[in-house]
Structure formats: C-alpha cells, structure tokens
C-alpha cells in the first residue's frame, strides 16, 4: 500500500519556525517529483513547493519564496519543508504529494498521482 505521511505541523507564533516531514512507504520515490500544497479554510488547494528526483532544482510559490526551504533523501524515502518567518497568513493544511516518475518539477497539482493526509499549521498574531 502506498502511503505518504506528513508531519511536524502544529501551532507557532508570528515569525516562528516549523520543519514539515513527509515519509513515504509501498513504492520508492526516488524517481518522482514531490511537492508541498496547502489548503486554507474556505479557499482552494494551492501550490507551495516542488522538488525534483534528485533535489537540486526546486520551485516556490512568490508568497513563501525566502522562507521555506523544500528538501528531499531519497535514501529516506522522505521530503522536507523548512519554514522560517511564518506568517498568520500560512495557516492551512499542508499536504505533499508526490508524482510519479516524473524527473522535473510541478506546480499543477491535478499532475500528482500520490497525496498524503495534511497535517495542520496554525501561525498566531
């Protein structure tokens, strides 16, 4: 069964810092694109960051550019996103996904085959 487990989300203050974690299981990602999306209340899916098989190009949403940092270990089978400086504005669910055999980057995330179940971040004023 393939699974992608988020972690690490919880409840921070303005301009704090949180390490989101994504463990994939059932298939190795190693040759997929993998990406970060997040889902506001009320408001739609949308992108945050992608990374490609093997981490050295990346891709950000303007709205978090110089803040989170994506990452990957494909020995791990597991993502990273760092965010620093976190705003009230970034509170929704965060979800990562995960595309298969695709060896670039993404932004669409109709093109993600794998999702995992979100995990929520919550920035306080």
């Known amino acids: 069964q393939v699974q992608l487990v988020e972690s690490g989300g919880g409840l921070v203050q303005t301009g704090g810092s949180l390490r989101l974690s994504c463990a994939a299981s059932?298939?190795?990602?190693?040759?997929?694109?993998m990406g970060w999306f997040r889902q506001a209340p009320g408001k739609e899916r949308e992108f945050v960051a992608t990374i490609n098989w093997r981490g050295d190009i990346t891709n950000y949403a303007d709205s978090v550019k110089g803040r989170f940092t994506i990452s990957r270990d494909n020995a791990k089978n597991t993502m990273y996103l760092q965010m620093n400086s976190l705003k009230p504005e970034d509170t929704a669910v965060y979800y990562c996904a995960a595309r298969a055999n695709f060896l670039g980057t993404s932004r669409d995330y109709e093109t993600y085959n794998y999702w995992g179940q979100g995990t929520q971040v919550t920035v306080s004023s």
């Open positions: 059932g298939r190795t990602f190693s040759k997929d694109a």
